[in-house]
């Protein structure tokens, strides 16, 4: 578990006791935390109150108040996609937690909301998700991409098989996620390739804690496709900067001799037979974006 000091968000440390006691507490201490932030003043406006109520009733009776999973997606994922909450659920990060942009999210009511309740069901009630799963699988019978992680990460090595276990079931699903679990991952390896679907791929996301050792062995792993790391190009770059030429370009000086793909931002974009971060044919390429 990793925390991130907000020194200018006060608001933002208050959401993470929160944050902290969903991953670590039980439900007696998640009960009180909620209950102090209801109470807070800096939090008194409708929509934050609306959005605890849900929690707390989410809490109750086991039953989601926001949606599980993103379904629509939006211009820069278009995929199915599931969050939790970030640092907390991310025992691998390491400069990353500088910089995530996970807590922006934290801003919006029913986003931090949904980030909650999602770590609360992984831990009390992993049954709810994988119903919800089970029906987004049922309606899409041909399959759909899916994005494992957007915001958070493996927290323990009870969600590594949760995760690899619903993945196994549902062979047409194309999922692929970021991950900087290493030890909890390498954990669940016993050495055959039939612990792992064959249908998800692991990017090795930058900014971890471990150690290059640690990283060659999670490079071995059946699941994983390669590394993705953002990369610090001297410049700030906007969203919209991503596949431009010059950006690209330094992209490409930054690993002199290397054969690297760089990200265009906006996921589905990036080739024409499929996102580079879920193919296999991309094995060992490192994909680099830069720091936005």
Not at 50 to 56: D, E, G, I
């Amino acid at each position: 578990m990793q925390i991130k000091t907000f020194n200018t968000a006060p608001k933002f440390n208050k959401l993470q006791n929160l944050s902290i006691a969903v991953q670590t507490g039980g439900t007696v201490e998640i009960s009180r935390a909620l209950l102090q932030l209801q109470t807070d003043d800096a939090f008194s406006t409708v929509g934050w109150q609306k959005a605890f109520n849900l929690l707390a009733n989410a809490f109750a009776d086991n039953k989601p108040r926001f949606s599980i999973f993103a379904l629509q997606g939006n211009e820069k994922l278009p995929f199915v996609a599931f969050s939790t909450l970030p640092g907390v659920t991310c025992p691998g990060a390491g400069e990353c937690i500088k910089f995530c942009y996970s807590y922006r999210a934290w801003r919006y009511p029913n986003a931090f909301a949904r980030m909650v309740q999602n770590a609360y069901f992984l831990r009390f009630a992993p049954d709810v998700i994988a119903d919800a799963f089970a029906t987004i699988a049922n309606e899409r019978p041909e399959g759909f991409d899916f994005r494992l992680y957007v915001d958070g990460d493996f927290s323990s090595a009870a969600d590594v098989y949760f995760w690899m276990q619903i993945i196994k079931a549902h062979p047409l699903v194309r999922a692929y996620g970021y991950s900087k679990s290493f030890a909890i991952l390498l954990g669940y390896d016993t050495g055959t390739n039939s612990d792992w679907p064959t249908n998800y791929h692991l990017n090795i996301s930058s900014g971890h804690n471990a150690s290059d050792a640690i990283v060659r062995y999670v490079k071995a792993l059946p699941i994983t496709r390669g590394e993705f790391i953002a990369v610090n190009i001297g410049r700030t770059v906007r969203s919209n900067d991503h596949g431009t030429a010059s950006v690209n370009k330094a992209l490409r000086e930054a690993f002199p001799g290397e054969k690297i793909f760089p990200c265009p931002g906006a996921c589905g974009s990036c080739t024409g037979k499929g996102h580079a971060c879920g193919m296999s044919t991309l094995k060992g390429i490192t994909i680099a974006i830069a720091v936005h």
